[in-house]
């Protein structure tokens, strides 16, 4: 069944419902926020394609995409000084800066190197916990007070994608594509003359409903702002979850090449263990048990 889009390359009433799911889920269970997270271990974005090598160039996308997050698990540092810093945040740019002024020691003068920037590794650490915690901590307060709101912004989204759905089900497959040019065009109302919108409601107008069903689900979509600030709190939370995992793993990887094969050890667990929601107490006593084997 063809669904009509009103915004830009994005079906906003599937991803409403998907974060009703979400915000569901979190509302039950938010005694559990801060107590861990489940990153996707994907650390940042690498270099843009055109950085790459010929090999990865010369490879099929999605060959290609596996090869970047390859590349980042492999080696975290060299994927983190190839990122763009504006696709990080500002934690990481910060690490970024740290990394790359580490990594221009050499080899010999590294441990020295470390003892210099490891006060200003272990605070980068600290702010990413801090800032996840800041966040986690507001969403739990907020969360009770959104949810009504929310949840009748999301039903009047379904609803309307719903009755969308069904008018676009009685235009001609062979006319379907060019139906849904028509409904993308009149999104863009802003950079619309009148008398372009008005031909193009014309053209809508010759499937009975069409215009009030996609004038509905653009209302919906676009008049929705508890939908929208839960959305941009889930994604601030799942970026400051993903960056104490990198940051861990970046930094273990630093401490390793600066000839600190033990605290390199106990921060790649606290990478792990946060991912597996494992409280980080629970890695120190790990540590402690595994010290007389490591001598």
């Keep these: 069944m063809l669904k009509l889009e009103t915004t830009d390359g994005n079906d906003k009433a599937k991803e409403t419902l998907d974060s009703t799911t979400k915000f569901l889920e979190q509302y039950a269970q938010s005694g559990a926020l801060g107590k861990g997270d489940k990153s996707s271990g994907k650390f940042m974005k690498v270099a843009d394609a ?29 994927a983190l000084l190839k990122a ?15 990394v790359e002024n580490f990594a221009k020691a050499d080899v010999a003068d590294r441990p020295k190197t470390l003892e210099q920037y490891r006060g200003a590794l272990d605070k980068n650490i600290k702010q990413n916990d801090d800032d996840f915690k800041t966040l986690t901590d507001k969403w739990q307060a907020e969360a009770p007070l959104l949810k009504p709101k929310f949840e009748a912004e999301a039903k009047r989204i379904a609803d309307s ?17 060019r139906m849904k040019q028509i409904v993308h065009l009149w999104s863009n109302a802003d950079k619309n003359s009148p008398e372009l919108q008005k031909a193009l409601e014309s053209e809508m107008g010759q499937t009975p ?8 689900s653009y209302a919906a979509n676009t008049q929705a702002p508890t939908v929208e600030k839960v959305q941009e709190m889930q994604t601030a939370i799942a970026q400051a979850a993903e960056d104490r995992v990198a940051s861990r793993m970046i930094y273990a990887e630093v401490l390793a090449a600066g000839g600190d094969e033990s605290s390199a050890k106990r921060m790649m667990m606290q990478g792990m263990a946060i991912q597996m929601d494992v409280p980080l107490e629970q890695v120190e006593e790990l540590m402690k048990r595994q010290q007389p084997k490591d001598k």
């Design 50 to 78: 055109a950085e790459a090598d010929e090999q990865t160039k010369a490879a099929p996308e999605g060959k290609a995409e596996e090869g970047e997050e390859q590349e980042s698990q492999n080696d975290p540092i060299n």
């Design 84 to 98: 763009d810093p504006e696709s990080l945040s500002k934690n990481m740019r910060s690490l970024q800066g740290l």
């Design 161 to 177: 994608q719903v009755a969308l759905n069904k008018v676009a089900s009685t235009i001609p497959e062979a006319d379907q594509p």
């Design 209 to 216: 409903g069409l215009v009030k069903a996609v004038k509905d």
